[in-house]
């Protein structure tokens, strides 16, 4: 009889790298990656950067290229949808008809764009992004559009109002909390992107809230806010989170809080169904509690920490997290989870647009930002990585050897990173 | 077009044709050549595209910036005079011939 093998569900970079990984870890089994996404996996990030500005095409973005998937016996169903869980048979069904039985299920299911609940979202002219299909509308509307309001002033939508900018639009961004980027990043950081998109010609308003949107024969014709202002637009784009994509699991009778809820493995409580990625909830060393992660990094460590699992190697997960954004010339890398600091130091000097923001939790470094100091970003990795020691009088000092700490981090015994 | 030679860890060699302008990771990607995996895409915030140059190519390279020279140093296997991220090598008639060695883990 035919063994069961893998089942993926969900054809992002967690979904592709779980594939990926277990052909290189030399799992033999059947793997199967189900997603509802028409395309061959590709990279999200390029979507909001590159791909609008017309720097990257369609084909530069794809993970592999289709015949990865064959020459590695991966079987990949795209555009097809699993409808539902049969655990006690290890089976999915899937919409097109048809069950698929597994020994081990990966839900990396990914996200779906937070809905902007006011009127006139609906209209003509008013965008998300998350897809490439979703990409492709906004390239098409970019080519006309004059005027563009951004909603959100989080990553995607500091990127996006970035590209239309140099796209040539009038750009503003409109953010409901008091600064740019609040949840993950510190003030300095806040303020330096504040600045430096004005610099740009782009207006941000802080603290302001869109309450409808509106309409002009159907289509988008700009944003109306709270303390009554209205901003003309031909183009609105909303970036204001993400939703985790839970319901197959949830409708499974798996535990689903802020993610599908996972343990320092990955595992759900069904040891045959994993979570990896943007819809998964786990335990995280750094940051001390459970998260849910939305970045590159954590799919793809999930992801090759599953493969090496179901290859029959487990190991828990233990990752360092990082992440990057690009907008305009300026490239803001973060490495550890700033949430929860209680004191920041700088090393450098914002006016020279380089410098970097280290994060500590009592005695303890947390995480770096760093714009234009990129050895400070990835010896920073190492250091938090290894539990270092650094003290905040040492990280702010541009004469102290970060490369050289990092190394001694590294020679001595690892602390535990939790303590 | 330019030939770049991959060389994987136990010394099997491969020869693609690269059209002039890409980089030497894409065109390990595009070529199914396992031994890259790109993690980041490109955009230098991972080490898995790491390489070791042939000495007689490496200095025809133009030099790595800070950026890369950073991530160098996080590589999962041992940093080299010859170390290279692939993504940051984009192919010249120049470089007809371009021999990288890829290292045994990328991760």
Same mark, same amino acid.
């Given at each position: 009889?035919?063994?069961?093998?893998?089942?993926?569900?969900?054809?992002?970079?967690?979904?592709?790298?779980?594939?990926?990984?277990?052909?290189?870890?030399?799992?033999?089994?059947?793997?199967?990656?189900?997603?509802?996404?028409?395309?061959?996996?590709?990279?999200?990030?390029?979507?909001?950067?590159?791909?609008?500005?017309?720097?990257?095409?369609?084909?530069?973005?794809?993970?592999?290229?289709?015949?990865?998937?064959?020459?590695?016996?991966?079987?990949?169903?795209?555009?097809?949808?699993?409808?539902?869980?049969?655990?006690?048979?290890?089976?999915?069904?899937?919409?097109?008809?048809?069950?698929?039985?597994?020994?081990?299920?990966?839900?990396?299911?990914?996200?779906?764009?937070?809905?902007?609940?006011?009127?006139?979202?609906?209209?003509?002219?008013?965008?998300?992004?998350?897809?490439?299909?979703?990409?492709?509308?906004?390239?098409?509307?970019?080519?006309? +559009?004059?005027? $563009?309001?951004?909603?959100? #002033?989080?990553?995607?939508?500091? *990127? %996006? !109002? /970035?590209? @239309?900018?140099?796209?040539?639009?009038?750009?503003?961004?409109?953010?409901?909390?008091?600064?740019?980027?609040?949840?993950?990043?510190?003030?300095?950081?806040?303020?330096?992107?504040?600045?430096?998109?004005?610099?740009?010609?782009?207006?941000?308003?802080?603290?302001?809230?869109?309450?409808?949107?509106?309409?002009?024969?159907?289509?988008?014709?700009?944003?109306?806010?709270?303390?009554?202002?209205?901003?003309? +637009?031909?183009? $609105?784009?909303?970036?204001? #989170?993400?939703?985790?994509?839970? *319901? %197959? !699991? /949830?409708? @499974?009778?798996?535990?689903?809080?802020?993610?599908?809820?996972?343990?320092?493995?990955?595992?759900?409580?069904?040891?045959?169904?994993?979570?990896?990625?943007?819809?998964?909830?786990?335990?995280?060393?750094?940051?001390?509690?459970?998260?849910?992660?939305?970045?590159?990094?954590?799919?793809?460590?999930?992801?090759?920490?599953?493969?090496?699992?179901?290859?029959?190697?487990?190991?828990?997960?233990?990752?360092?997290?990082?992440?990057?954004?690009?907008?305009?010339?300026?490239?803001?890398?973060?490495?550890?989870?700033?949430?929860?600091?209680?004191?920041?130091?700088?090393?450098?000097?914002?006016?020279?647009?380089?410098?970097?923001?280290?994060?500590?939790?009592?005695?303890?470094?947390?995480?770096?930002?760093?714009?234009?100091?990129?050895?400070?970003?990835?010896?920073?990795?190492?250091?938090?990585?290894?539990?270092?020691?650094?003290?905040?009088?040492?990280?702010?000092?541009?004469?102290?050897?970060?490369?050289?700490?990092?190394?001694?981090?590294?020679?001595?015994?690892?602390?535990?990173?939790?303590? | 077009?330019?030939?770049?030679?991959?060389?994987?860890?136990?010394?099997?060699?491969?020869?693609?044709?690269?059209?002039?302008?890409?980089?030497?990771?894409?065109?390990?990607?595009?070529?199914?050549?396992?031994?890259?995996?790109?993690?980041?895409?490109?955009?230098?915030?991972?080490?898995?595209?790491?390489?070791?140059?042939?000495?007689?190519?490496?200095?025809?390279?133009?030099?790595?910036?800070?950026?890369?020279?950073?991530?160098?140093?996080?590589?999962?296997?041992?940093?080299?005079?010859?170390?290279?991220?692939?993504?940051?090598?984009?192919?010249?008639?120049?470089?007809?011939?371009?021999?990288?060695?890829?290292?045994?883990?990328?991760?």
């Amino acid at each position: 009889m035919k063994r069961a093998g893998t089942i993926i569900v969900g054809t992002g970079q967690a979904g592709f790298q779980t594939a990926a990984s277990l052909r290189a870890e030399g799992y033999l089994e059947p793997i199967t990656l189900i997603g509802e996404e028409p395309h061959i996996p590709y990279q999200r990030p390029p979507l909001s950067k590159g791909f609008l500005l017309g720097n990257q095409d369609a084909d530069s973005i794809e993970l592999r290229p289709a015949a990865f998937y064959s020459d590695h016996q991966i079987m990949l169903l795209a555009g097809e949808r699993v409808r539902s869980i049969a655990r006690g048979r290890r089976l999915v069904e899937i919409e097109s008809g048809g069950q698929l039985s597994y020994e081990s299920l990966v839900l990396a299911t990914g996200a779906s764009n937070r809905a902007l609940p006011v009127g006139g979202a609906e209209l003509e002219g008013v965008l998300y992004l998350r897809s490439f299909a979703e990409a492709i509308l906004i390239k098409e509307h970019l080519e006309s +559009a004059q005027s $563009v309001v951004v909603i959100g #002033g989080g990553f995607i939508g500091l *990127e %996006l !109002a /970035a590209v @239309a900018s140099q796209l040539g639009k009038n750009v503003t961004v409109v953010e409901a909390l008091p600064r740019l980027m609040s949840r993950v990043v510190a003030p300095i950081i806040s303020e330096f992107f504040r600045e430096y998109h004005t610099s740009k010609g782009v207006r941000i308003l802080c603290g302001k809230t869109v309450t409808q949107i509106l309409n002009q024969a159907g289509k988008v014709r700009g944003v109306h806010l709270a303390d009554g202002e209205e901003i003309p +637009a031909d183009l $609105v784009l909303i970036g204001i #989170g993400i939703i985790p994509n839970t *319901e %197959l !699991a /949830a409708a @499974a009778g798996l535990p689903v809080a802020n993610g599908i809820c996972v343990n320092e493995f990955l595992l759900t409580p069904d040891l045959g169904i994993f979570a990896i990625g943007d819809c998964a909830e786990y335990p995280n060393t750094f940051a001390g509690c459970r998260v849910r992660l939305e970045s590159v990094q954590n799919a793809a460590d999930q992801a090759q920490c599953v493969a090496t699992a179901i290859a029959g190697r487990p190991a828990p997960y233990k990752a360092l997290p990082w992440f990057w954004t690009d907008q305009f010339d300026i490239k803001l890398q973060m490495a550890g989870i700033s949430a929860g600091h209680d004191r920041v130091v700088m090393r450098g000097r914002a006016d020279a647009r380089k410098f970097s923001v280290f994060y500590f939790r009592g005695e303890k470094l947390i995480a770096i930002d760093s714009i234009n100091r990129p050895v400070d970003h990835m010896m920073g990795r190492k250091l938090i990585a290894a539990g270092a020691h650094v003290t905040p009088e040492l990280a702010a000092d541009e004469n102290s050897d970060l490369k050289k700490l990092a190394l001694g981090s590294e020679l001595a015994p690892q602390t535990n990173p939790a303590s | 077009m330019p030939k770049v030679i991959y060389v994987s860890h136990n010394g099997q060699s491969r020869e693609v044709e690269v059209p002039v302008g890409m980089t030497v990771m894409n065109a390990a990607l595009k070529n199914g050549i396992d031994g890259i995996i790109a993690e980041c895409g490109g955009v230098c915030m991972c080490s898995t595209c790491h390489v070791y140059v042939d000495e007689k190519f490496f200095s025809k390279l133009p030099p790595a910036q800070d950026t890369e020279e950073a991530v160098l140093e996080i590589a999962a296997e041992e940093r080299k005079p010859t170390s290279r991220l692939s993504c940051q090598i984009k192919v010249t008639e120049d470089l007809d011939g371009l021999t990288v060695r890829l290292p045994e883990k990328q991760r």
